[in-house]
């Protein structure tokens, strides 16, 4: 049974969250502030977050840069009455895996759930790829130089991974926002931050990438 952490400080809605998701089979446990959701996800292991953005104390991007700083991989889908495009593509680069915007169908909702727990369980079918001086480890969840590991977050360590499954071929934006992100609202800049991110971590010169290079007008292709 998956297990989900609710982040709502709305009764009500925590209370349809609870009871909808119950009923889909997932096992799940609310948190109604910034810090018990902190305390709980640091305590438990959640296969899935449910973080409102609108928290009284700390709100859902602080939770959610606290959680991956501390290293925290659990995927996380931010419930956002917030329609700015900012400051959707601010929580995609603070490492949240996707968002929802209120008000939601629970439809939907399953969906998105759904689809970020794919996402999350699939790994190549190789546990260590290694390219120029780096080596990543699919099963640990690990980039490394040599013997040092690279810090990485889970939305970068999955866009790695998606490259290296499909290296030598031209990857688009849209292909890479459907495949990590599954938003049609989603924009091209979200996986431009992401590349040139990821681009610090791999490339000896970010400037003149060898490995993700960029095709003009296209997308990015992975050569390792």
């Known amino acids: 049974m998956k297990k ?3 982040v709502e ?6 209370l349809g969250l609870e009871e909808d998701l119950t009923l889909e089979g997932y096992e799940v446990e609310v ?3 910034g810090e018990l959701a902190l305390r709980r996800a640091r305590e438990k292991t959640f296969d899935l977050i449910l973080l409102d953005v609108m928290l009284p104390g700390k709100d859902g991007f602080q939770i959610c840069r606290e959680l991956r700083l501390g290293g925290a991989s659990t995927p996380i889908i931010l419930l956002t009455a917030r329609t700015q495009e900012a400051e959707k593509v601010l ?3 603070l490492g949240a895996d996707d968002y929802v915007t209120k008000p939601f169908s629970p439809l939907e909702l399953r969906a998105r759930i759904q689809a970020v727990l794919r996402r999350s ?3 190549p079918a190789s546990e260590v790829f290694r390219f120029g001086d780096m080596e990543v480890d699919f099963a640990r969840c690990e980039l490394r130089r ?3 590991k690279v810090e990485i977050t889970p939305v970068e360590f999955r866009l790695l991974s998606t490259f290296i499954e499909s290296r030598g071929r031209v990857l688009s934006r849209q292909y890479l926002l459907d495949h990590l992100w599954a938003d049609a609202n989603c924009v ?5 931050t992401h590349v040139s991110n990821l681009r610090k971590k791999i490339e000896t010169d970010p400037s003149q ?3 993700l290079v960029s095709v003009r007008g296209m997308g990015y292709r992975f050569d390792g």
Do not use: M, Y
Request: glycine share 10%; hydrophobic share 40%.
């Open 4 to 6: 989900i952490l609710v």
């Open 9 to 14: 400080d709305d009764p009500g809605i925590a």
């Open 31 to 33: 948190a109604s502030n």
């Open 91 to 93: 929580g995609l680069q």
């Open 121 to 123: 369980a699939a790994a």
């Open 146 to 148: 040599g013997e040092t």
């Open 188 to 192: 091209d800049r979200v996986v431009d």
């Open 209 to 211: 990438p060898r490995h």
